[in-house]
């Protein structure tokens, strides 16, 4: 497997691939006493799923909800949070943020919320995660190719639906490498391979040497489990987010531009259709 080594920059955290620029605590699962107090990720085993029920636990301010439970991704890791819809009874409220706070996802509606102990269905923007699941699907296989090819890390990114930029440590990127790489890339696309998620124990995930490269010894200590996102054969990541289940469903990618930030920071755009 080929995994970039860390080459983070910001002093203290761990930027992983530039999917995430920090271990952030709400992607583990926590064990001991927190547990059962914390909302239950429901996206992180199963970034298939469109709706759900849950109980609304807390109200806060800005017109937020904290649920029992959640489908909806509350962003991290370049990845934007997902829009979507409450339903309580004959009652619907647009979700129109969703964001960590104290490390739990609040979902922040359009007005005055449902009060703690309402029995309520989520319902996500699907053709917008989708594309997000898509394109941060691309963006994986971009940092897998280019360590691969050019031994070249990452150490950013970021992405909207259907585009995305990455930032790489590429000294000897240039024009001219445009073709071959997005060649490569849509190799990777037609090579149909599957993207498989494990939520490992942290002593576990401590043993994969792509993994301790990439600074796993950063992880806070109350983190029990480590959520890893492998693209079977090119690309092996801790990582948070949401993906298809196959590189076949990104369809075809562009690679729309490249831009020097420095002699040796490169950052490459995508684009992928529709
Ligand atoms: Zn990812």
Known sequence: MSVRPYAGKSGGTAEINGLRPRWDKAFFMHKGRKRGKMTELLYQNDASL?????????????????????????????????????????????????????????????????EAGTAVSGHI??????????????????????????????????????????????ETMHQDLVAAIEQAVNHEVEAARPVVVNILPREEAFQIPDLIRTKINLLPEDIAEVRTVELVGLDLQADGGTHVRNTSEVGPIRITDYKSK??????IYLELNE
């Open 50 to 114: 469109r709706e759900f029920s849950a109980t609304v636990s807390e109200v806060v301010e800005n017109n937020g909800v904290v649920l029992d439970r959640t489908a909806f991704y509350p962003g991290g890791g370049g990845q934007p949070a997902d829009l979507g819809v409450l339903v309580a009874g004959d009652e619907s409220w647009q979700v129109t943020k969703v964001k960590r706070v104290n490390g739990q996802p609040v979902h922040y509606l359009d007005r005055r919320p449902p």
């Open 262 to 267: 420095g002699k040796i920071n490169k950052r």
């Open 125 to 170: 923007d699907w053709q917008r995660r989708y594309q997000l699941m898509r394109t941060h699907t691309a963006m994986h296989i971009l940092c897998g190719v280019i360590w691969r090819d050019y031994g070249a890390s990452v150490t950013g990114g970021n992405m909207d639906p259907l585009k995305g930029r990455m930032d790489f440590e590429f």
